[in-house]
């Protein structure tokens, strides 16, 4: 961490009424020495959108939606255990409609 960006923290710790003198000191130890921990945190499962909510998304008909997955513009998910059950991740979706706002 840059020194200047320390002392900035130091002062406004001082000023915190508060924080009293150890808080302070172990916050400050935290800062110079970031203790990196592997994170238990699990991703999030990606969600996954039917068609009828696709086409809502992005303001087409459910045809359309067919058409753009035929097209490879957008790429279906199979869902687990069934055949036919195709959705559409949400990522993708977003991603689809970041490119059309460019």
């Not at 058409?67 to 513009?73: D, E, I, R």
């Amino acid at each position: 961490m840059n020194q200047a960006t320390l002392e900035i923290i130091k002062t406004a710790l001082r000023n915190d009424p508060g924080l009293n003198k150890s808080d302070r000191i172990r916050l400050l130890q935290i800062l110079r020495n970031p203790v990196r921990e592997k994170s238990t945190i699990k991703p999030e499962p990606p969600r996954i959108l039917r068609r009828r909510e696709v086409a809502a998304r992005l303001g087409i008909a459910i045809r359309t939606v067919d058409l753009l997955a035929k097209q490879g513009v957008l790429k279906p998910f199979v869902l687990p255990g069934r055949e036919r059950g195709i959705g559409y991740r949400s990522e993708d979706i977003d991603a689809l409609i970041q490119k059309n706002e460019s």
